[in-house]
């Protein structure tokens, strides 16, 4: 098979290795992209090689759409090699990635550790699903030492799952921690490694199991769903892609082959939002109306220390919490007025968004309590200077 691309390596930067990620071994024919594959049928040239074909499941073999194809293949390598794991599995959506593990390690019986500050509809599998088949959930406070995490784990705990930063409230769990304590139980740990795409290389830090929310900054462009699992070693990856088979997930080609094309320019719009999220975010923490700026890079935050041992960067998405003379709809009014922040679920792409957060997120483990009304942004590509004259003329929408 013909490698089109010069082999990565891990010695050489992130950049470089996006460019090249995934390339190896897709017949393009000398043409920079894949093309997208589509189909469910996979020909055979004889029964005996379809036979032999079905012993493949586990690897990267056609079989049958279900099995993907070349474009799923190569987009999968490439989330791999970001994550720093042994293999990847794409699927339809983020909150499908979060659904397939849970599944895969949990069965009637057993005991679930969900951080209080988890995605909400990752909340709703476990008080929805999980809860009906008899499996039992405990939300943590997510910011949990090592003994307060140790003392957690019951003898029927089978997942310790984590999402660090913590959704709409960025709490840093101390991942290292955490992974001590489950493996010496032999409970496996998930991670919603969605806001550290990059910046955190989960394997490293313990965790078994790294889910992405693709829909984010992979496709950057508000336009695709899709979610991946990824594993680093060939029993969890059995457990993943044994689960994700049985539940019939799968991923749409045409997706892929969007995300595919929106991965290459990743890392420069990284640190472009990157930038632009920091400058914004230290703009706003000196502003009187504002309590607090959850960024964990802002050497504020509570969990900084944690945040700079274990990140090499940050993405622009960021909590921010107002001074509790303000009521909720006074945020609401100032969101109202942003002109260049659209109002909308998710993130991670070229656009600015702004949502207000208080009142409409779950906590159950006491760490609710944030002592004023709070928004979140994600901050895009436009010109930070724009962005913050669009700010200052809505924080003068807030009540003297
Ligand atoms: C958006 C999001 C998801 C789910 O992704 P979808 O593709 O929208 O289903 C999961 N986890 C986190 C942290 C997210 O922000």
Redesign the pocket.
């Known amino acids: 098979m013909p490698d089109d691309s010069i082999p990565s390596t891990k010695t050489q930067g992130f950049a470089t290795r996006l460019s090249h990620a995934g390339r190896a071994g897709t017949h393009v024919h000398g043409f920079v992209n894949p093309p997208v594959h589509r189909g469910s049928t996979v020909l055979f040239p004889n029964c005996e090689a379809r036979r032999e074909g079905a012993k493949h499941r586990f690897e990267q073999y056609m079989t049958y759409g279900t099995q993907g194809g070349p474009t799923h293949y190569a987009f999968e390598d490439v989330i791999a090699e970001i994550e720093g794991g042994t293999h990847c599995l794409v699927v339809?959506?983020?909150?499908?990635?979060?659904a397939v593990p849970l599944l895969a390690y949990l069965k009637t019986g057993d005991h679930c550790l969900m951080p209080d500050s988890?995605?909400g509809?990752?909340r709703n599998i476990c008080d929805g699903l999980l809860k009906g088949w008899g499996i039992e959930t405990t939300y943590y406070d997510p910011t949990v030492n090592e003994a307060a995490a140790a003392a957690l784990i019951r003898p029927n705990t089978k997942v310790f799952y984590t999402?660090s930063p913590g959704?709409h409230t960025f709490e840093v769990q101390d991942i290292p921690a955490i992974a001590r304590v489950a493996h010496a139980r032999g409970v496996k740990v998930l991670m919603?490694n969605?806001?550290g795409i990059h910046h955190f290389m989960p394997f490293q830090h313990g965790v078994d199991v790294s889910?992405?929310?693709?829909?984010?900054y992979v496709g950057g462009h508000s336009d695709v769903?899709?979610?991946s699992v990824t594993v680093n070693d060939e029993a969890d990856w059995r457990a993943v892609r044994g689960t994700s088979s049985l539940l019939g997930q799968y991923a749409s080609p045409d997706d892929v082959w969007l995300a595919l094309r929106g991965v290459r320019t990743m890392a420069v719009r990284l640190k472009r939002q990157e930038a632009s999220g920091l400058e914004v975010a230290r703009w706003l923490e000196g502003r009187p109306e504002v309590k607090q700026v959850m960024h964990p890079a802002l050497p504020g935050h509570p969990q900084h220390a944690i945040w700079k041992r274990d990140f090499t960067g940050a993405c622009s998405?960021f909590g921010v919490v107002f001074q509790p003379r303000y009521a909720m709809e006074d945020v609401m009014r100032l969101i109202d007025s942003l002109a260049l922040f659209g109002i909308g679920?998710?993130?991670?792409g070229f656009e600015s968004l702004a949502i207000p957060t208080t009142g409409f997120i779950t906590r159950s483990a006491g760490t609710g309590a944030f002592g004023g009304p709070m928004a979140r942004l994600h901050i895009g590509l436009e010109e930070p200077a724009d962005l913050i004259a669009d700010l200052e003329q809505a924080l003068a929408t807030l009540p003297r």
């Open positions: 339809g959506t983020g909150l499908a990635a979060v988890a995605y509809p990752a999402e959704s919603d969605t806001w889910i992405q929310a693709l829909t984010k769903l899709l979610g998405l679920a998710s993130w991670g």
